[in-house]
């Protein structure tokens, strides 16, 4: 008996160590396609739906560049400042390669069929506890991500493609977060100009969910962006 329980336990072992490097193997490919992205600049249009706050349909321009800045900019408006861990942007959970990745099996997304694996960073510094992917093997494309931070919580992103879809650039991105304690979260600042932040309603807007919507009209990809941007 004692034989077959140890015969049984190596195939354990040999499945879990399988299933482990697929998911790395994955994850490796997925990070390489993103890998070949410098820098962007990006035309969209913002639609928020939080409870308490009310703003407009807005048109935006969007810039990123490695290793981790990211602005959303609306001129003579509200600039969206993602810090401290909160990210609206699939590169940047990716830009770190010390983490594990851990299968978690499969899921459909919509119609899509996806491999489901789980990124455990390996330093203890680090500022996001846990993210899960939501993959599209055939076309290495995140579907959907929900990331659990140190300090401040959890949020989802979804994600659908279109015409960019071969550089790994979704043409549409929600974010969705709590509205707990009246932030979006912490790591999500709104710069009001000309105009006072609006205030809450009552309390119960700790319950409930906020999105932000940012549908993305065109690219351009890796001409070049000063850091002066990000300022």
Request: without cysteine.
């Amino acid at each position: 008996m004692r034989r077959i329980a140890l015969f049984f336990s190596l195939i354990l072992l040999t499945l879990e160590s399988a299933s482990a490097q697929d998911a790395m193997t994955l994850v490796k490919k997925l990070k390489a396609k993103l890998d070949k992205i410098q820098d962007y600049e990006a035309s969209g249009i913002l639609k928020t739906d939080v409870s308490f706050i009310k703003i407009p349909i807005s048109n935006v321009e969007i810039y990123y560049k490695r290793p981790d800045h990211f602005k959303i900019k609306k001129e003579g408006g509200i600039s969206i400042l993602p810090k401290g861990g909160v990210s609206v942007n699939i590169i940047s959970l990716l830009e770190s390669d010390q983490f594990a990745a851990v299968s978690a099996g499969n899921a459909r997304i919509g119609n899509t069929p996806v491999s489901v694996v789980k990124l455990i960073p390996l330093s203890e510094d680090a500022h996001i506890v846990l993210t899960t992917l939501y993959i599209d093997e055939t076309n290495l494309l995140v579907l959907k991500a929900i990331t659990t931070t140190k300090e401040n919580g959890t949020y989802e992103m979804e994600m659908t493609y279109g015409k960019y879809a071969a550089s790994g650039l979704p043409d549409k991105v929600i974010f969705i977060f709590s509205t707990r304690d009246y932030k979006l979260p912490k790591g999500v600042t709104f710069e009001y100009e000309g105009a006072e932040k609006p205030q809450t309603t009552d309390e119960k807007t700790q319950e409930k969910k906020g999105k932000i919507q940012i549908t993305y009209n065109s690219y351009a990809i890796n001409k070049g962006i000063s850091d002066k941007i990000f300022e």
